[in-house]
Every structure is written in C-alpha cells, then in structure tokens.
C-alpha cells in the first residue's frame, strides 16, 4: 500500500514536469481558464505545473513518510498499537497523504520555501544513492563469503567464483573497450577520453588493493570477485554517465551540424519523445521501488549497522539472496521436530517500520530531485528529461566515484583500524 501511495505521486509529479500533458488538458478541458481562476492556480494553471509544483507536493509526501517514521521508532512486536498505525487505516492515510501534498501549496514565502527545499532535497537524494552503493558494497561482499565458505565442502565452488569473476571483468572490460570506440573520436571527445581512462583505472586500482597482501592477511574472504561487481557497476554508471551527457554539435568541412562523441545508431531512438518518455518514468519508478523495498530488510539494515553473519555460521548457495541464514541456519540444523517458523519477532519485527519510512523519505526527495533535472530545474521537462543534462551527467558520475571509495575503504579501513565492526 505504501509502494502504491508513492508510485500515485511519482506519477502526477510526471505529469505535472509535462507540456504534453498540460498543452492537451489546456485544449480538450472546457472553460479551462476559468477552472484555473477559480482555484486561484494562475491564468493557465501555471502553479500546479512545473518545478515548483513538483518540489511542493514532494514535500508533503517526504513530510507524511518522515513523520510514519517518527511515529514507528523502536517498535518490537507487530502486534503493539503503533504497529497498527502503520499495518492500517489505508484510506485514513490516503486522505492525510492528499492533504499534506495540497497543503504544502499554500506554504507562505513560496520562494524562500523553494530554495530551501532544494537544498534539503539535494542532500537527501545523495544521501539515498549513497545508502544504495553501501548496500551494493554489502552485497559484492556477502556473494563471496557466501561461496567462498562453500569451498571447504565442495571445490566445485571455485569453478562458480572463477566463472562469476570471468564473466564480470569481461563486462567490464568489453565495456570500457566499446566506449572508447563509440563515445570517442580521434579528434576531439577529450572529456569522454579522461573520464574513460580515469574509471579505468579505477577499477585496476580496486582489483590490485583487492588481493595485495596487506589486505589479505586482515580480510581473507577478500578477492577479485567483489571487484570485479563493483567494475561491473562502475562501467555501467559511466555509460549512463556518457549517456545522459549533453550532445556536443560542431560544424563539418561543409558548414553542417553534426553531432559528435555519441552513436550514430542510437539516434532514431529519441525522436518520438512521448514514447521515451513514458517508458523512462516506468523504469525510473521500478527501479526506485526496487531499491526501497530492498533496502528495508532486516538483512540490509544490519549490513547498514555492520553486523554481519559469523563465517562458520554461512551455507553456501547459489541464490544466497533468498532463504535464511547465519543464526537462523544454526537452528535449523538444531531443529528436530515441531512446526517450521521462518519469520519470527523474538528480535524485533520482520523489518524495521521506521527504517522502512525513511528510505520511503530519502526516495521522495531522490524522485524529487531526478524528475526536476537536479540542478537544471528552470528548464526541465519530462519529455527531455531523457535527452542529456550536464546536472544527471554529474550526479552519475559522482555515484560512480563514491562506490569506488566506499569500496576501497572496506578494504582499507581494517588497516588502520583492526576491528571485528570492519570485518566483512
């Protein structure tokens, strides 16, 4: 319910950052003006359009999420009063949600609010693709121990880490390689050149601290499988990073424009706006919700805390991801009869609730953020939002480098500073 209720607003945020829409409504709504007037919402509805309309319904639904969130701090059992609060009243909520969104419209000081909010929004944004990478470094981590503890009961473990491995440096590999032969020309290009050889090197540079001895000896599940996902990963943002660039247009020998440093082929792709518009938005959304629902489970809100399971207590599987492990494994084998329990509370509930609203918080202002331009908000719409903005360019490869040294510092952390917290 909570997924619907945010999807409902990424949604009318969508369509308010539309011409399309707002030109089509202007067209086929009778006495359109006279609506807008008497809602007090400018000549054409110029109030609830745009960015400003985006940032102010954002801020009433990060406002209900963050104070679910308050409301829902340290709550153990599913069954105490609160936790009904945030297992029900749907339709109450909806309604509080509503309210909260139109009301931040009537906000005084609209343009102080404005710039307020967009800082407020810039820090939460980073802070939820920080909160990702983390849990992609925990991720790459927990893969090899998981296998690598298989290895002591069966060898074939090690043919699926040197495959897995294989696989992820030729992707990585391959493409760096393809890149550099699209995105780049002889002449010219040279940001493509530099920022290519930079992330190159980069995931060199994390292979080699991966395996040197030093690291090793504190961290002995370390290896070129968590480096080669985190390369993987770095490839991929620096596609989209190359992506999500602004063409650059210079003049040939015969006075024309053309459009340099990107593929020929992928061109025809953009013209029908609408299209890539409306399939974007419904990628952007599942892959937010992913991220969310994912980030919310007890596995990786202890993975946030450094709590991590003890190597002797992992079986290995193929899809580790899935099923119970550590302590919950240990009294499995201690089980010998009664009925199979797979969710319990004598911990806490299944998933922190108000963990679970947070990232809920941090994902409105990310949405926010994304489908304003971040920084190009004064000239964003949904139907260029695909076409190429120096602000997304940065923010990717800013996430690009941030996991490069979130990684590096798992690695490193536990050489200047030997502790069991470290240990991963």
């Known amino acids: 319910m909570y997924a619907l209720y945010f999807i409902l607003v990424v949604i009318i945020c969508c369509i308010m950052m539309s011409n399309t829409v707002a030109n089509e409504m202007r067209e086929h709504i009778p006495y359109f003006e006279d609506i807008c007037k008497g ?26 999420f963050f104070i679910f969130c308050l409301l829902t701090l340290n709550i153990n059992n599913s069954k105490s009063c609160r936790a009904y609060i945030h297992n029900g009243f749907w339709f109450f909520k909806l309604l509080l ?5 139109s009301g931040a419209f009537f906000i005084p000081d609209q343009e102080t609010f404005l710039n307020a909010w967009r800082y407020v929004g810039a820090v939460g944004g980073f802070l939820f693709i920080v909160i990702q990478l983390l849990l992609l470094v925990e991720f790459a981590h927990k893969w090899n121990k998981n296998w690598t503890a298989g290895t002591a009961t069966n060898k074939l473990w ?13 992707i990585t590999t391959g493409g760096l390689i393809w890149m550099a032969v699209f995105y780049t020309q002889k002449d010219g290009c040279m940001e493509n050149k530099i920022l290519l050889g930079v992330n190159g090197g980069l995931c060199l540079l994390m292979s080699v601290v991966s ?17 080669g996902l985190i390369s993987c990963y770095v490839t991929y943002l620096t596609f ?17 424009n053309v459009t340099i440093c990107v593929p020929n082929f992928g061109q025809d792709l953009y013209r029908d706006k609408t299209l890539v518009a409306g399939l974007g938005t419904a990628i952007l959304c599942v892959c937010i919700l992913y991220s969310c629902l994912t980030s919310t489970t007890r596995s990786s809100s202890d993975a946030l805390q450094g ?23 240990e009294e499995k084998r201690n089980m010998k009869e009664g009925p199979r329990v797979i969710y319990d509370e004598k911990k806490s509930t299944v998933y922190s609730y108000a963990y679970f609203h947070f990232m809920f918080f941090l994902a409105s202002l990310y949405v926010m953020m994304t489908v304003t331009n971040w920084f190009n908000y004064e000239s964003a719409n949904i139907e260029t939002f695909f076409s190429g903005s120096w602000s997304i360019f940065w923010v990717k490869m800013a996430s690009c480098w941030i996991c ?18 470290y240990s991963v």
């Open 404 to 421: 490069v040294l979130l990684y590096l510092g798992t690695l490193i952390a536990p050489l200047c500073r030997p502790s069991p917290q």
């Open 307 to 329: 709590r991590y399971t003890a190597p002797e207590l992992e079986v290995a599987r193929c899809c580790f991801c899935f099923g119970s492990g550590g302590e919950d494994a």
């Open 240 to 256: 989209s990073a190359l992506s999500s660039k602004p063409a650059e247009v210079v003049l040939d020998e015969h006075g024309k």
């Open 97 to 101: 949600l509503g309210a909260m969104c």
């Open 211 to 227: 395996i040197s001895p030093s690291v090793r000896d504190r961290q002995p599940h370390s290896g070129i499988l968590q480096s």
């Open 158 to 170: 090690y043919a699926s880490l040197s495959l897995v491995t294989l696989i992820a440096y030729s």
């Open 39 to 64: 809602i007090k919402a400018g000549d054409t509805c110029e109030k609830l359009v745009g960015y400003s309309a985006v940032y102010r319904v954002c801020f009433g639904m990060a406002c209900f």
